[in-house]
Structures are given as structure tokens and as C-alpha cells.
């Protein structure tokens, strides 16, 4: 936009500079000086970007001389630089239909209009007599011909580029059919500038970059969508620096975000890629991306491939094409990112190649560039892996997502059926908007679903840290929560084996459907213990099946029975009653193992049977789970909840679970 400026005011300059010469022509544009004066004021005011004020001016020399085309130049001039191209087209038109010699140059000014306001076709013919009239004789177009010369030859290097983004354009509206697109109103877009969105899995949570102008500093906002629309966005918390940092992407496990951050003590060069922990929109334990993914150049926009294993980015470090190149890394068997690779020379280019983002399958990159054959500033593309690390040449997304002005920061959703994007393109509401539109079926990836396992013990439900293998696949291990994630295509047979020390071997197969990944497709691993704990039925109190049960000794056996009581409304132990439980242990586990124990839970009255059954339940299993730990291993175990206990004592009383060891003699 800025050279653009330049070349419009250039032209407006020497509109009026040579009044008084000797040829015929150019005194068909000498007005009075009264008038000349209102122009060259004009003029002025334009040159200082007071559009107003010189649009004002230029329409009160209209007024009196309406075909005086250096007035409607300078007209036409204001309404293209405050966004208004109608009202340009009208002017400059009016200006070459008052005299065609007038400017050669006001032809390719013509076809840009007609190209930003999506009337190719005629952009074309535009651009076409301009090319003509550049092989005619100087003299005829006045002074405009012998002054406009170097303006002529820059227009003359963007004309192939210009005509081939009407052929684009023209080509993308048939093979793409994306109807439309729409700006992400609510409470996301304002005056300042917005862009690089990144939306949650259930597309319910919006995290994006903003700034309010190209002198302040970026900050990472957030926003969640309401009842009919999004909310107003907000700095993330204990997040923003006065530095700059955004561009934040969301592993597709939900809980890993990497991000951009600059001028932190920590950072290597002009910016690094970090990554932290999303919980609650709250991103915590940031640090940075560790491995060879930063350098002492600049390092930003991340996107992580769908399994968190490979790691794309943008970077001007050395090694690459010119301007900002788009790498990758991979991640190593200690956690480290491995020392980055250019994607080449399919993909970079002597200009900015920038924002990445990679598909869930992993077969599809999407970015923006200047480098490639555009329609504007800057466009979005997209290459298709076509082998081992070669990609095919990128195909420009054309017409409408891309236009004249600057398309940056594409994203697509989890069900990859919607994109999104930034530009500054005319109608927003000021600066970089975010865009979104439907993604046509060409578009979108092959289905993938995200898979969570979850692994637990049968007996205690607890989680269970361990490796989990699956058939050609990397072995993956449970975080604390029992938890491990992976992307699957839609379809796939999972052959899943874990092996524990403490757990009877295991091995299932899984059927994984294609999913919407608005949430989780959920696989339940449950591990047999080598040493259970029998249940009972929170309802019917029967035993298990899985486990026989053998009658209660004779009352003439030994017992020792403890006492452990709970607060109100939980079933977790309390550590005040450990010590005292662990003396009980001690004395009674010395010399023999019991032959046999009861652990019946209660309640107190308060509540629901059902609820307090299932309570009680609970408080008889925590403290198996307890005997458990300490190593205590009992052939019989009768491990029961009863409910609220019915005997006429406080309710602190009965908040309790009883313990009774046998010994036969």
C-alpha cells in the first residue's frame, strides 16, 4: 500500500506543474489561478494524508470545472487511498472519458480498481490498452507522457504480475467454489489490528494476536462464543509482556500450546518459538521450545502436525531461500526438537513464505506468501505431500479468500469444515480482521479422529502410568492422569497391548470411527491387578463375579477390628487417622498375614439410599486401595458399603468405614 501511495500521489504532483507551456494540449488543463490555487492546496493536503480535506478541495474545482481531469485524478486518488473504490473508479474514468491522452498510466490504475473490486474480465481490457498505448508516441499524452515515464516503466513490471492474478482469480472462483466469505464479528474484530486465530477443538474458545497499531506490541487475546456470537476478546492472564508474543497454536490434545514470544531474557534472538500448558484459558509452565527450533535469528508461528511430533515454523535463519522460510523439526526420543529442515525451494521463495499450518493428516500445508504468484500484498497457498518430504507447487487459494490486500495466519477447524484467516481487505472493521468461510470438499483433509485412551485399574478405577503399544505405531506413555493421545484415520483397526508389572498382560482391538473432534473419541483400557480387592454392588451388594468369595470364619477365630472415620460428604482418608491405622497394621500384620478381612463403610442419614450406598462404597474402597499400598496381599477380602447406618448415634459416629482381620488358629 505504501509504494502504491507513493505512484498515486507521484502522479497528482505533476498534474498541474507545467501550466503555461506551448503545446496545444496542455493548455486545455490551465484554470484560473483562483482555481489553481484551491488544486495545488489540495494537492498539498493530500501529500500530508488529510484524504478529507484534499477530497474536499478537489470537489469545490469540479464544481466549477467538472471535466478538468487532473482534478478528477486527484478526486479519484483520495476515494482509492480512504478505501472507497466506486467513487475512484468513477473519477478516474471520468477523467480518461474527458480526454483518453490524457494518462497512459491512468489505464493500469483503472484495471487495478476493477481487479480490487472483482470485475476481472474487465481489469483485463483495462490492463490490455494500457499495454497498448505504451507503444505510442510519447507526445501524445501531453506533459503527463514525458513526466509519468518512470511511474509507466514500475507499472510495466507489475502489468504480467496483475494480469496473471485476473487469470488466477478467474480459474479459482470455478475450481474452488468457495461461495464466500465472512468477517467474525461480535466481539473479535476492532479497529486495531486481529489475526492469526486459533480455535479450540469444540471451536467454542478463539485465541488470537492483536495490536493496536504497527508501533505497539502484540499480545495473545482470547475469546469464547456466547449464546448467538463471540464474546469481547481479552489479554490471556499472566500471559502479555510489554513485548511482543501471539501466534499461538493448541496441540490438538488440548492441553499444549506453543507461542510466540520476543524480548524476554530467556529468548535466543529476535523471537522464539515457547510452549506451556492451557487449563482453564489460562496458559502456565511457559518455557521455551527446547532442541534446536530456536536460534539467534528469527523464529516465530508455529504449527504443530496433528500426533505433536513434528513442528513447523517460520524463520529468516540462515540457510534459507531470502526473507522468512517455513522449516520443520521433528521431535526426538528425549523430547527435543531436532535440527530443523527448509522445505525447499517448492515451497520458499526470494520473498516472505510465513504462517504455517498443516493439516490433521498431515498431507496438506497451507501458508501465507509474497513470493508466489498472488493476487495482492500477500496471499494464502497450499502444497500437498506427494512423498518423503517433496511437495507439490502451491496452489494459490484464489478468489475469495485471497484479494488485492494482505491475507495472513490461515486456520482450519477440527472437523475441517471451516477456515479462518486475517486480512485487511476493504469492509472490515479497521485494520486485519479475522475472516472465516465454509471449506469446499477439494479442500478438506482426509477424516481423522482424535483418539484419547484412558487406562485405569478394574478394581480402584485409579489411573495407571504405563506404556502403551500399539501395531505400528510409536509406544506411548500415560501421563499422571492415566491419559495418552493420538491421531487416527477415520477407520483404523488399533491393536493395543500394555504390559505391568502389577497387572495381568493385556491386549484388545479397537475400531476407531470417523468423529467430529468436537470431543474425544474416548478408548477405556482397563487392567486386571494381580491382587485384587473384591467389590460389591453398590445396589445389590453381591460379590463380584470375577472373584469367590469364602464364607466368614467362625466366630471361635481371632479378630481384631479398627475403626477409621471420614468428614462429611468425602470418602478420601483423613492423615490424622493413618498414624493410628498404621500402628494397627504393624501390630497385627507382624508375626501372620490374616486370614481373612471384612471393610464395610457407612454413612450417616443425610442424603439418598442410593447416594449414600455409593458413598459408602467408596469409603470402604479407599481404604482397600490403602491396605493395597502398604503391601498387605489377603487371599479374602470382603470389601462392602452399607449405606447410612441406622443406629441411634451422632452422624459423626457414623461417618466411618470398619475394619475386621481374621486369624484361624
Request: a negative charge.
Amino acid at each position: 500500500m505504501i509504494f502504491r501511495y507513493s505512484l498515486l500521489v507521484l502522479n497528482i504532483f505533476f498534474s498541474l506543474t507545467l501550466q503555461g507551456q506551448s503545446d496545444s494540449r496542455e493548455m486545455l488543463y490551465i484554470i484560473p489561478e483562483e482555481y489553481s490555487s484551491i488544486h495545488h492546496a489540495g494537492e498539498q493536503a493530500l501529500l500530508l494524508k488529510k484524504y478529507g480535506e484534499a477530497l474536499r478541495l478537489f470537489k469545490k474545482v469540479l464544481k466549477k470545472y467538472p471535466d478538468f481531469p487532473p482534478a478528477l485524478r486527484s478526486a479519484g486518488a483520495c476515494y482509492e487511498l480512504m478505501g472507497d473504490f466506486e467513487n475512484a473508479l468513477q473519477n478516474y474514468k471520468m477523467a480518461v472519458e474527458a480526454n483518453p491522452y490524457f494518462s497512459r498510466a491512468m489505464y493500469y490504475e483503472i484495471g487495478s480498481i476493477l481487479y480490487k473490486t472483482g470485475r476481472y474480465d474487465q481489469a483485463l481490457t483495462s490492463f490490455a490498452r494500457f499495454d497498448s498505448l505504451l507503444q505510442l508516441d510519447i507526445k501524445q499524452f501531453t506533459y503527463n507522457g514525458f513526466y509519468e515515464q518512470n511511474i509507466e516503466k514500475e507499472y510495466l513490471k507489475k502489468l504480467e504480475a496483475s494480469r496473471r492474478a485476473c487469470h488466477i482469480a478467474l480459474d479459482s472462483i470455478q475450481f474452488w467454489n468457495i461461495e464466500k466469505v465472512e468477517n467474525l464479528r461480535g466481539g473479535i474484530n476492532t479497529r486495531a489490528d486481529e489475526y492469526f486465530p486459533f480455535l479450540t477443538n469444540d471451536g467454542k474458545t478463539l485465541f488470537y494476536t492483536s495490536r493496536k497499531n504497527e508501533f505497539s506490541d502484540e499480545n495473545l487475546f482470547v475469546s469464547q462464543f456466547g449464546e448467538q456470537t463471540w464474546n469481547t476478546g481479552a489479554r490471556v492472564d499472566d500471559f502479555n509482556t510489554n513485548g511482543n508474543e501471539g501466534m499461538a497454536t493448541l496441540v490438538r490434545d488440548g492441553r499444549q500450546v506453543f507461542f510466540t514470544v520476543c524480548e524476554r531474557a530467556s529468548v535466543l534472538g529476535t523471537c522464539d518459538i515457547w510452549r506451556g500448558r492451557l487449563s482453564d484459558l489460562k496458559i502456565t509452565d511457559l518455557e521455551p521450545s527446547i532442541g534446536q527450533s530456536n536460534s539467534d535469528a528469527w523464529e516465530s508461528q508455529a504449527s504443530i502436525n496433528c500426533d505433536g511430533d513434528l513442528l513447523y515454523f517460520a524463520s529468516n535463519r540462515k540457510g534459507g531461500f531470502g526473507g522468512t522460510d517455513i522449516w520443520k523439526s521433528h521431535r526426538l526420543a528425549d523430547n527435543k526438537w531436532s535440527e530443523p529442515v527448509n522445505l525447499g525451494d517448492q515451497i520458499n521463495t526470494a520473498g516472505d513464505e510465513e504462517a504455517p499450518f498443516i493439516t490433521n493428516d498431515g498431507q496438506t500445508l497451507y501458508f501465507s506468501s509474497t513470493g508466489h504468484a498472488g493476487l495482492g500484498e500477500q496471499d494464502i497457498f497450499m502444497s500437498r505431500l506427494i512423498g518423503e518430504n517433496v511437495w507439490s507447487h502451491p496452489v494459490n487459494l484464489g478468489i475469495p479468500v485471497n484479494s488485492s490486500y494482505r491475507e495472513l495466519g490461515f486456520f482450519l477447524s477440527s472437523d475441517s469444515k471451516t477456515g479462518y484467516f486475517a486480512s485487511d481487505r476493504a469492509g472490515g472493521a479497521g485494520g486485519m480482521d479475522i475472516y472465516y468461510f465454509e471449506v469446499p470438499d477439494t479442500l478438506q483433509s482426509d477424516p481423522v479422529t482424535y483418539v484419547e485412551g484412558q487406562l485405569r485399574d478394574s478394581i480402584t478405577r485409579l489411573p495407571i502410568v504405563a506404556q502403551v503399544h500399539i501395531e505400528g505405531r510409536p509406544a506411548h506413555k500415560t501421563d499422571e492422569e492415566g491419559r495418552f493421545f493420538m491421531c487416527v484415520d477415520a477407520g483404523e483397526v488399533l491393536q493395543v497391548s500394555v504390559g505391568h508389572s502389577d497387572y495381568h498382560p493385556y491386549q484388545n482391538f479397537f475400531l476407531v470411527p470417523e468423529w467430529d473432534n468436537t470431543t474425544f473419541y474416548t478408548l477405556e483400557i482397563v487392567l486386571d491387578p494381580l491382587f485384587k480387592l473384591p467389590t460389591f454392588s453398590s445396589v445389590a451388594l453381591v460379590p463380584s463375579t470375577e472373584t469367590s468369595i469364602r464364607q466368614k470364619p467362625a466366630a471361635s477365630c481371632r479378630k481384631e477390628q479398627h475403626v477409621l472415620y471420614f468428614d462429611f460428604d468425602k470418602s478420601n482418608l483423613r492423615p490424622e487417622n493413618l498414624a493410628a491405622f498404621d500402628q494397627f497394621i504393624n501390630v497385627n500384620f507382624a508375626e501372620k498375614e490374616p486370614d481373612y478381612i471384612e471393610i464395610i463403610g457407612f454413612t450417616d442419614r443425610q442424603g439418598g439410599d442410593a447416594y449414600n450406598f455409593e458413598l459408602s462404597e467408596k469409603r470402604a474402597e479407599s481404604v482397600g486401595v490403602y491396605l493395597k499400598k502398604k503391601g498387605i496381599q489377603v487371599d479374602d477380602i470382603r470389601m462392602e458399603g452399607k449405606g447410612a447406618k441406622q443406629a441411634d448415634e451422632a452422624d459423626w459416629k457414623n461417618r466411618k468405614v470398619e475394619v475386621i482381620v481374621y486369624f484361624v488358629d
